[in-house]
């Protein structure tokens, strides 16, 4: 079961990941809907996961709980028993922590419910307007137009493209890179 809320939302909450919170980003990470867009085709152990996370501070278990999905009441901290449906992280920061690249995923089950929006809005409130970071950037598979789009409403600016970047069922497709500055987030 997730910790307490790090941060909450309408909908979704930012929670610290727990060691029994493993099995659930093994799950996820392992799932080809998921593991594919992130261009990441290792399966996770849950040693893997462990180690992972152990070495950041900046990866939230994305939830919900049943008032925020039913009501028009927040996402509430004190949710007794919040579902995890994802994860959001920063997947590379730089060495003088101001720059991080943005990584996300929502459970298969969980998809399309505008969850990814919300929790990279209050991970960047958090990364932007607490740490003091200067440029968070994106790498999405041109294939994968809804991770555009949410990145695109976020207010990322497409700033390049690798060619032939990615194989994704066996055939080579493009890579997009998205960026956004602190002071395109925090002038909004």
């Not at 809907?33 to 180690?51: F, K, N």
């Not at 997947?91 to 922590?97: D, E, H, L, P, R």
């Not at 991770?147 to 409403?153: D, G, I, P, R």
Request: charged share 30%.
């Amino acid at each position: 079961m997730p910790g307490p809320a790090f941060a909450d939302g309408d909908a979704v909450s930012l929670h610290p990941i727990e060691d029994e919170d493993h099995e659930f980003i093994q799950y996820g990470r392992n799932q080809p809907d998921v593991r594919v867009p992130l261009t990441d085709t290792d399966i996770r152990t849950l040693d893997d996961v462990a180690e992972s996370v152990e070495d950041s501070d900046d990866r939230f278990l994305i939830c919900v709980d049943d008032r925020g999905d039913s009501t028009d009441e927040p996402a509430s901290s004190d949710a007794d028993n919040p579902t995890p449906v994802g994860e959001v992280a920063f997947a590379w920061v730089s060495q003088a922590g101001e720059h991080g690249s943005l990584m996300y995923w929502i459970a298969p089950d969980h998809q399309g419910n505008g969850y990814v929006t919300e929790a990279t809005t209050l991970f960047l409130d958090y990364v932007f307007g607490e740490r003091g970071f200067h440029r968070v950037d994106a790498h999405v598979l041109a294939p994968n137009e809804a991770s555009q789009a949410a990145l695109e409403k976020l207010g990322f600016e497409r700033e390049g493209q690798r060619r032939d970047d990615a194989i994704v069922d066996g055939e080579y497709v493009d890579t997009y890179t998205y960026g956004l500055l602190d002071h395109e987030w925090l002038d909004d």
